[in-house]
């Protein structure tokens, strides 16, 4: 494969002029293909396999991302590289070669997931999972070929690879995806590598010690483990500060902030936040793992693997996330490609202190387009209002809910809290509830044979009330080999005080539902086969037997972003 070479000058106004452009939903790929799921602001290779985001990192005004990827087929290969894309706006991505390859015996047989890390003279490195000879899970260090090229379009990996071996107690494939290293106050370097216990479900975020960057030291006992997980993959360790939104460096640790441990287990993203100290090395947690309901997680429905980042250019931290495919292999070597990322979205501490915050960047808002309105329109029981005059197949839409009288409403106040049973129950858009279920029909077909709901519900639970965010995709397809999955969780609001609010971003088949402001978020992916391109069609509804009010909603058109398209 050549070496791609770009212009700086023209990849810049490529890079401003192109979203003023193709701002209709398009259902082709680039040779004119019919391709209906392929989306048009989430970011995609070019063509087949894409997992793992990895070693984000914004350097000399370009955001890079890295990711696993099979360059020859749309699944996960035998040999996976770091795919490369680089972007000055988070939207719009530009393809260059991939970046780190098999090429030497620590990862000869495959160049797995890590992290990046910016050293005190600016320069970045790479930790990253290498499969050895033996197919043994090693951590490798790689370098810039050439620390002044603002694309990083050639690494170098460090003669004394591997750096990091697993331990004794550990199985050789059970020891990956080192974290973005942070520095003490002793001036050493700290990092963890997720793992997991040999015979056990013991999962834990090795910690090891470094001088120099290179020779690394395990030390004795783990940041934090759990009894009950398994294997913790892709973990993040970082700080979020307590006094508001901005983001700090990931070697920052003082009083101004909380530090949050994320590892990805059972399918999901889960989190707990705590107070780290580097002297001692004890990460107290608020709360523990548990593999069950009760763990915190970043993205209730379908996201995995993320990776957060400090930018400093805009001093916040943005988290990437793998959006699976849940049609099938067969479907994805029709389409060519399989797996998309997740919208970059800003990370943050909650006032409340106990969870995170999420909101897609504020460069997103940048596609907006055509745009519609609708303020204080009251829904009675039953109804169903098309919100039409956008591209409701590429399209972002913020409303909020006001549930005026709730409190004083005697029908809802004589309800019996709700149990833990019927709280799941309650997760699917058929279960009719007083105030709810109320939201958004999304990727629905004009006659409602296919739609995915996004919506909410209020239940009486102890001396208050909880509201219940759902997205039910158990309509979200007339093809029979679709995985289909109903998400929910409790959103942390009071809704006598404050209104219910939802922001969804819709594109072709993947959903983004950010609930209370970013308390919450549900990603849905789906495959309508009827409500495609300009059939689909968008829905406000109430079917719960109180009427609620739509306080605002704003919904625009999205333009297309510029995702790849100059891949060779």
Partial sequence: METVKYNETFFLITLILLPLSSMEASSCDDYGNFQPYRTSFHFQAHKNWLNDPNGPLYYKGFYHLFYQHNP??????????????????????????????????????????????????????????????????????????????????????????????????????????????????????????????????????ILYHSDDFYQWIK????????????????????????????????????????????????????????????????????????????????????????????????????????????????????KGWAGIMGLPREIWLGRSGKKLMQWPVEEINNLRARNVSLYNKKLESGSVLEISGITASQADIEVAFDLRGLENDPEISDLEEVDQAALLAGYSASVRGIYGPFGLLALASNDLAEHTAIFFRVIRRGNGYSVVMSSDESKSSLRDNIEKATYGTVLDIDPRHEKISLRCLIDHSVIESFGGEGRSVITSRVYPKIAIGEESRLYVFNHGTKGVTISSLEAWSMRKAQINSNAT
């Fill in 72 to 205: 020859l087929a749309p699944y996960f290969g035998d040999i996976m590289v770091w795919g490369h894309s680089v972007s000055q706006d988070l939207v719009n991505w530009i393809q260059l070669e991939p970046a780190i390859y098999p090429s030497d015996p620590s990862d000869i047989n495959s160049c797995w997931s890590g992290s990046a890390t910016i050293l005190p003279d600016g320069k970045p490195v790479m930790l990253y999972t290498g499969s050895d000879t033996n197919k043994h899970q090693v951590t490798v260090l790689a370098e810039p070929k050439d620390a002044s090229d603002p694309l990083l379009r050639e690494w170098v990996k460090a003669k004394g690879n591997p750096v990091m071996v697993p331990p004794s107690n550990v199985p050789v494939d059970g020891f990956r995806d080192p974290t973005t290293a942070w520095q003490g106050q002793d001036g050493r370097w700290r990092v963890i590598v997720g793992a997991e216990e040999k015979d056990s479900e013991k999962g834990m975020a």
């Fill in 219 to 334: 030390y004795p006992v783990p940041l934090l483990e759990s009894q009950i997980t398994g294997m913790w993959e892709c973990p993040d360790f970082f700080p979020v500060s307590v006094t508001g939104r901005e983001g700090v460096d990931t070697s920052v640790n003082n009083s101004s902030v909380r530090h949050v441990l994320k590892a990805s287990y059972g399918g999901s993203d889960c989190y707990v936040i705590g107070s780290y100290s580097s002297e001692t090395e004890i990460f107290s947690a608020d709360s523990e793992f548990t593999n069950t309901a009760d763990d915190l997680k970043y993205d209730y429905g379908t996201l995995y693997a993320s990776k957060a980042f400090f930018d400093s250019a805009k001093n916040r931290r943005i988290s990437w996330g793998w959006i699976m495919e849940k049609d099938s292999s067969e479907d994805d070597i029709v």
